[in-house]
């Protein structure tokens, strides 16, 4: 059975920073593309980066965000700075046996997200 598990949300004021973290099992982890995604209030769910063989991001993330994984460790992290209010939103993480995937619909697990609140 396969679990993701996300922690390291929290609530951070304005230029702050975060530490995502996504514990995977189950699955043979280096075999996966990890994505991170985020759903804002009301919003839909939105592409942020993917870790494969390299590292990928959306354009919005602007050199503010860094995916990181450790396959010893079967993690992925986000690394969030220079935090703005509209960061605000549920990060998931997500495992795709495919790759260089950037919608929702191509990855095959997901966690149950964590909470980033950025006050103004």
């Known amino acids: 059975q396969v679990q993701l598990v996300e922690s390291g949300g929290g609530l951070v004021q304005a230029g702050g920073s975060l530490r995502l973290s996504c514990a995977a099992s189950?699955?043979?982890?280096?075999?996966?593309?990890m994505g991170w995604f985020r759903q804002g209030p009301g919003k839909e769910r939105e592409f942020v980066g993917w870790?494969?063989?390299?590292?990928y991001y959306a354009d919005f993330v602007k050199g503010r965000f860094t995916i990181s994984r450790d396959n010893a460790k079967n993690a992925v992290y986000l690394q969030l700075n220079s935090l703005k209010p509209e960061d605000t939103a549920v990060y998931y993480c997500?495992?795709?046996?495919?790759?260089?995937?950037?919608?929702?619909?191509?990855?095959?697990?997901w966690g149950q997200g964590a909470q980033v609140t950025v006050s103004s």
């Open positions: 997500a495992a795709s046996r495919g790759y260089r995937y950037t919608l929702p619909s191509q990855y095959d697990y």
């Open positions: 189950g699955l043979t982890f280096s075999s996966y593309t």
């Open positions: 870790s494969g063989g390299y590292t």
